[in-house]
DNA sequence: GAATGTTAGTTGACTTTAGCAACTTTTTTT
DNA sequence: AAAAAAAGTTGCTAAAGTCAACTAACATTC
């Protein structure tokens, strides 16, 4: 690859890197971090055990361990045991977790709604086609499995 | 703006986040932090005072002191006295700090090179356009001085 | 089928990162 | 000249993250 297309790509990288600390900036108005955030969001996808969100989250799995405690002591995680593996413990939301969530999830669309509402909807709307365009050729020629 | 566009925007956000990470773990094979590195970065461009660089970086000059402290510590960094205003410590890469400078620099493009060179080259050509033309667009119509 | 190795998760000890407030020195304001 | 503000340092603290040792359950292999 040519310089000049390295550093088109690093340029964006650095500008978008500033657009997401900003639409990142709600979890500060929560009392959530965001691995805490993220580890809500991934287990009601049903990503459920902490090995498999350590995986995903490429967080280390003793810091993993005692996040995810700490959530189940807040009543928004509970453990049901995997009756194939004893070792899996198997992770869900409770109620009040899943409000938790819904909540978190609202306010990052309100902050992304801030971020992009200004833009004009036919400039918009090539926004949104230029981010599926470039979604998709990073997945579809990326050999990491996880993008 | 609608929920589907809503929608669209935060998975790219997610799958970019992760394509940053992977851009960002060349820092984990230097012994230098991402602050570090932009600490060096932003000061070999002429942000030459703590209290610029707290400014830019938003970061708490506390923490700024100490780690511009530890660089100096190195030798990569010198301070430079200022005769206008004798509160001011300004800042200097020495030519160790410049030779980091450039290593960490190449191991960014390496990075970025590693991660798209993959993709072919018509279709590469087709993402750098849309990456200038979200950036253009998000820095046009946003009111964030900083983006 | 007992020994060995591996996997899932927990815990203790530790380091790094970061934030806050008090403080000194110098400059600016009134 | 006094008061306020700005630049930077330092002490104290908390949060975030890492690493290794450990238990329990499962898998392999001989």
New binding site residues.
Partial sequence: MNAENIRKIREFNRSYTRVLKLTDKYHLDTQY???ESRLLLEIDRGVN??????LLL????????????KLKSEGLLI?VP??????????NLTNDGEKVLKMIDQRADTQVETLFSSIPTEELENVIRDMQEIKNAVKKYSHDKEI
Same sequence: chains 1, 2.
Avoid: C, F, P
């Fill in positions: 971090t965001l691995l055990s902490a090995n498999q969100l350590m490429h967080v280390d799995k003793g810091y993993l361990s005692r996040t995810l405690k453990e995997n009756d194939q593996d004893k070792r899996i413990k198997n992770l």
